[in-house]
Antibody, heavy 119, light 106 residues
Framework: QVQLVQSGAEVKKPGASVKVSCKTS????????INWVRQAAGQGLEWVGW????????GFAQDFQGRVTLTRDTSTSTAYMEMRSLRSEDTAVYYC????????????WGQGTLVTVSS | SYELTQPPSVSVSPGQTARISCSGD??????ACWYQQKPGQSPVLVIY???KRPSGIPERFSGSNSGNTATLTISGTQAMDEADYYC?????????FGGGTKLTVL
């Protein structure tokens, strides 16, 4: 069965960086896009960016351009999201999600990773 | 930037039909999808490409999209359907989410 398993919660200080992993299984990793979405406590969903695992091509929401890097390791079917220059407003649950082929919808989601930015 | 607008809350009695709207400029020209999210859980896709249901999603969930509005319809709403619902579309190479609607079944 398709699974996306994310790394554990992180606590970071303002200005630091964080790298979240998303290990996939149950399907061909390079055949489906991986998206990253975040959700602050009590707030809605906010799209961060996406990656095509076969080519490494990426796209980002304007608010995250230049501050987020998306990478992957095809040998382990794992996607990564690194965010730099963290600020308190980045405190949120970060999700990875698989994109449906030929559509922008996301059919499988990771369990989420809480990133807390606090001094 | 493109925006999707949802009502903050919708209430429905058990067994009745709930309709949640999502508005955006010429949204009908794009594909819309919908997610259900219960407290402390990851979102679950319930409708994609306007009207399609993923495997395992009950038939009582349906969708439509025309003009400037996409609609998620839940027929015979059950208590287990109480959740937050988000619409989503794709515009100018970006994913856009609506602000979410809290569905209360009372």
């Amino acid at each position: 069965q398709v699974q996306l398993v994310q790394s554990g919660a992180e606590v970071k200080k303002p200005g630091a960086s964080v790298k979240v992993s998303c290990k996939t299984s149950g399907y061909t990793f390079t055949s489906y896009e991986i998206n990253w979405v975040r959700q602050a406590a009590g707030q809605g969903l906010e799209w961060v960016g996406w990656m095509k695992p076969d080519s490494g091509f990426t796209g980002f929401a304007q608010d995250f351009q230049g501050r987020v890097t998306l990478t992957r390791d095809t040998s382990t079917s794992t996607a990564y999201m690194e965010m730099r220059s963290l600020r308190s407003e980045d405190t949120a649950v970060y999700y990875c999600a698989r994109g449906i082929r030929g559509d922008s919808a996301h059919d499988y989601w990771g369990q989420g990773t809480l990133v807390t930015v606090s001094s | 930037s493109y925006e999707l607008t949802q009502p903050p809350s919708v209430s429905v009695s058990p067994g009745q039909t709930a309709r949640i709207s999502c508005s955006g400029d010429k949204l009908g020209d794009k594909f819309a999808c919908w997610y259900q999210q219960k407290p402390g859980q990851s979102p679950v896709l319930v409708i994609y490409q306007d009207t399609k249901r993923p495997s395992g999603i009950p038939e009582r969930f349906s969708g439509s999209n025309s003009g400037n509005t996409a609609t998620l319809t839940i027929s015979g709403t059950q208590a287990m359907d109480e959740a937050d619902y988000y619409c989503q579309a794709w515009d100018s190479a970006t994913v856009v989410f609506g602000g979410g609607t809290k569905l209360t079944v009372l």
